[in-house]
């Protein structure tokens, strides 16, 4: 190479030095007509394009952005290393994204609620998955522990008014956990406890308990971690005194007990902490009647913080089949969305959707799909709790008493002899 050849790719790699090193200097800035331009061009989802985060909301991994704010975030705990029957509730996260595809923020106007959750004063982000080892349970408790209780702490972005604005959650964001095998409530209730220090009142929709004791599963082969499963994390939660035994509540259940009697409903412990509500109830209760017992034993307190739980197989098998222990002869989707809808007015600080195993779901994504619903409809109930102003709805209750049951058109009736 001739002398001044190599000078000058020593030039060149000079000035690509420093062009590297001043790169925002050269950065190239988009104007803003044409940044407009683009925007009405391009910036456009169709429910099945894009990349699947909830419900097409933004996905900004929170966990490593501080100054990420929002006032309900979606979290994914793809975690299933704590189960007694089928595993694959990893997987679980990701199936619900992609079942929540037709929930696009301009078309999810709730009828029943008379709202749209996407539209309205909560700036909701899906904050990605939290990175848990599937090596390890005791580490997987702690970072889902560190992670919850980091999200659920940060600043929140639009004060919310109505009771929700009135209320001990006034001032924090609400996380919407996407599981994962239930164990994933534990470390949620651990950070709650932290959080609004004061016992959580629980809210289980359930065909199980998850109070057992832990000594159901082995009473000889016993280790810490043993106690961390997915059948006892109640009773865990219970012993460490996160659960608020005079409030919380199961519903749904319809599981067979351990022994020959019924001792897991009546042995004195962390068993007994909630009332019991069966998926056979609804037959007398009805939906509504559902909501009432519910009520009457949660309450309405502003100052009571209450957690809501729902695993997936309070669903009959028919319609959410892809689950980890299923258990014929439970509600249908349209019951329990009906039931959560009466249950708007709780004062819920956050929630879970779990155990959802798309391995054993059907091609039509039956039980993907139900999980999407019920987030939509808690994250309605999150942010209509926050707006000050009587939005009535289909189900919802008027303060008037007017509402509870579907106000119905009267439309005329064809004469019989016509039909
Ligand atoms: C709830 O009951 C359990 C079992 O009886 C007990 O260990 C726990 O401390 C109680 N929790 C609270 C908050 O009082």
Same mark, same amino acid.
């Given at each position: 190479?001739?002398?001044?050849?190599?000078?000058?790719?020593?030039?060149?790699?000079a000035s690509?030095?420093?062009?590297?090193?001043?790169?925002?200097?050269?950065?190239?800035?988009?104007?803003?007509?044409?940044?407009?331009?683009?925007?009405?061009?391009?910036?456009?989802e169709?429910?099945?394009?894009?990349?699947?985060?909830?419900?097409?909301?933004?996905?900004?991994?929170?966990?490593?952005?501080?100054?990420?704010?929002?006032?309900?975030?979606?979290?994914?705990?793809?975690?299933d290393?704590?189960?007694?029957?089928?595993?694959?509730?990893?997987?679980?996260?990701?199936?619900?994204?992609?079942?929540?595809?037709?929930?696009?923020?301009?078309?999810?106007?709730?009828?029943?609620?008379?709202i749209?959750p996407?539209?309205?004063?909560?700036?909701?982000?899906?904050?990605g998955?939290i990175?848990?080892?599937?090596?390890?349970?005791g580490?997987?408790e702690r970072?889902?522990?560190?992670?919850?209780?980091e =999200? &659920?702490?940060?600043?929140? +972005?639009?004060? #919310?008014a109505?009771? *929700?604005?009135?209320? @001990?959650g006034? /001032?924090?964001?609400k996380l919407?956990? =996407? &599981?994962?095998?239930?164990? +994933?409530a534990? #470390?949620?209730?651990? *950070?709650?406890?932290? @959080?609004?220090? /004061?016992?959580?009142?629980?809210?289980?929709?359930?065909?199980?308990?998850?109070?057992?004791? #832990?000594?159901?599963?082995?009473?000889?082969?016993?280790?810490?971690?043993?106690?961390?499963?997915?059948?006892?994390?109640?009773?865990k939660?219970?012993?460490?005194?996160?659960?608020c035994?005079?409030t919380?509540?199961?519903?749904?259940?319809?599981?067979?007990?351990?022994?020959?009697?019924?001792?897991?409903?009546?042995?004195?412990?962390?068993?007994?902490?909630?009332?019991r509500?069966?998926?056979?109830?609804?037959?007398?209760?009805?939906?509504?009647?559902?909501?009432?017992?519910?009520?009457?034993?949660?309450?309405?307190?502003?100052e009571q913080?209450?957690?809501?739980?729902?695993?997936?197989?309070?669903?009959?098998?028919?319609t959410?089949?892809?689950?980890?222990?299923?258990?014929?002869?439970?509600?249908?989707?349209?019951?329990?969305?009906?039931?959560?809808r009466g249950?708007?007015?709780?004062?819920?600080?956050?929630?879970?959707i779990?155990?959802?195993?798309?391995a054993?779901?059907?091609?039509?994504?039956?039980?993907?799909?139900?999980?999407?619903q019920?987030?939509?409809?808690?994250?309605?109930?999150?942010?209509?709790?926050?707006?000050?102003?009587?939005?009535?709805?289909?189900?919802?209750?008027?303060?008037d008493?007017?509402?509870?049951?579907?106000?119905?058109?009267?439309?005329?009736?064809?004469?019989?002899?016509?039909?």
């Amino acid at each position: 190479m001739p002398a001044w050849k190599s000078l000058l790719s020593v030039l060149a790699l000079a000035s690509t030095a420093i062009s590297c090193a001043h790169h925002d200097d050269n950065a190239e800035v988009v104007p803003e007509h044409e940044r407009e331009e683009l925007l009405k061009k391009w910036d456009q989802e169709w429910s099945f394009s894009g990349i699947a985060s909830f419900a097409h909301l933004r996905p900004v991994k929170c966990l490593i952005e501080p100054t990420e704010h929002y006032d309900i975030a979606i979290i994914g705990a793809p975690f299933d290393t704590a189960v007694s029957y089928r595993p694959g509730a990893r997987f679980g996260p990701r199936a619900i994204r992609a079942a929540s595809a037709r929930q696009m923020s301009g078309t999810s106007y709730n009828t029943r609620a008379g709202i749209n959750p996407y539209k309205s004063w909560a700036k909701i982000t899906d904050c990605g998955d939290i990175p848990i080892t599937p090596f390890d349970n005791g580490l997987a408790e702690r970072q889902m522990y560190e992670a919850f209780l980091e =999200l &659920g702490s940060r600043k929140i +972005v639009n004060q #919310p008014a109505g009771v *929700a604005g009135r209320g @001990i959650g006034a /001032k924090h964001p609400k996380l919407v956990t =996407l &599981g994962g095998d239930h164990s +994933v409530a534990l #470390p949620a209730l651990r *950070a709650l406890y932290e @959080i609004y220090q /004061k016992p959580i009142t629980v809210l289980h929709f359930d065909a199980h308990l998850d109070t057992w004791n #832990p000594v159901r599963y082995s009473a000889y082969w016993q280790s810490e971690q043993t106690q961390f499963n997915h059948g006892s994390f109640f009773h865990k939660a219970s012993r460490e005194g996160l659960i608020c035994n005079s409030t919380s509540a199961h519903a749904g259940l319809r599981t067979r007990l351990t022994g020959v009697d019924d001792g897991d409903y009546t042995t004195p412990g962390p068993e007994q902490g909630f009332i019991r509500i069966h998926a056979d109830d609804i037959d007398e209760l009805g939906p509504m009647g559902v909501v009432d017992a519910i009520v009457n034993r949660i309450g309405l307190d502003p100052e009571q913080p209450v957690y809501l739980s729902v695993d997936i197989d309070v669903l009959d098998p028919s319609t959410a089949p892809g689950t980890g222990t299923p258990e014929p002869g439970g509600w249908t989707t349209r019951e329990f969305i009906r039931i959560l809808r009466g249950l708007e007015k709780l004062n819920l600080v956050g929630a879970d959707i779990v155990e959802v195993s798309p391995a054993y779901d059907n091609k039509g994504e039956t039980t993907a799909l139900a999980a999407a619903q019920v987030a939509f409809e808690i994250i309605t109930s999150m942010v209509k709790s926050g707006v000050d102003e009587e939005l009535g709805g289909w189900y919802g209750r008027r303060e008037d008493g007017s509402g509870g049951v579907g106000v119905v058109e009267e439309v005329e009736s064809a004469p019989k002899d016509e039909l």
